[in-house]
């Protein structure tokens, strides 16, 4: 978390620069098990498209949850990792949902890198319910385990 304003300012910045349609082009990537995850999409979703720029996010749990929680504890900060592995189910789940229904209303664009059959479960529903169709390439689906 130490250098993440740092990484989502390149990938933003790149995004406003390179962007050539309404197709993103750059994707940021969410990390879930941040507490401050869904509010920093929240946040760049809605600067991005006051900008008339699409924004794209790969959605992922994360990783370095050990060396995050060390840091912190060093420096005499909180952590900024959920206390528990369901809030960050919650969390992914969360903005996952806030995605998808961004994407049914025709802005952005969503990769949802996981090997949670639960939370694939309640996405593909979230987007069938809402009518995304399965030609729209603006939601995506990978596994992190091979």
Do not use: W
């Amino acid at each position: 978390t130490t250098i993440q304003p740092a990484i989502d300012y390149f990938a933003y910045s790149a995004a406003i620069k390179y962007h050539k349609d309404d197709q993103p082009l750059i994707f940021g990537t969410i990390q879930a098990y941040l507490k401050d995850a869904k509010e920093r999409m929240v946040i760049a979703k809605k600067a991005a498209e006051k900008m008339g720029v699409p924004m794209g996010f790969k959605l992922v749990r994360g990783a370095y949850m050990c060396s995050e929680k060390e840091l912190a504890s060093t420096l005499g900060f909180n952590s900024p990792i959920h206390d528990s592995i369901e809030q960050t189910h919650a969390c992914f789940n969360s903005c996952a949902e806030f995605m998808i229904e961004e994407i049914a209303n025709g802005s952005g664009a969503v990769v949802l890198a996981t090997h949670n059959i639960e939370s694939g479960k309640l996405a593909a529903t979230k987007a069938i319910d809402l009518g995304i169709k399965d030609e729209r390439q603006n939601l995506q689906f990978a596994q992190l385990y091979s």
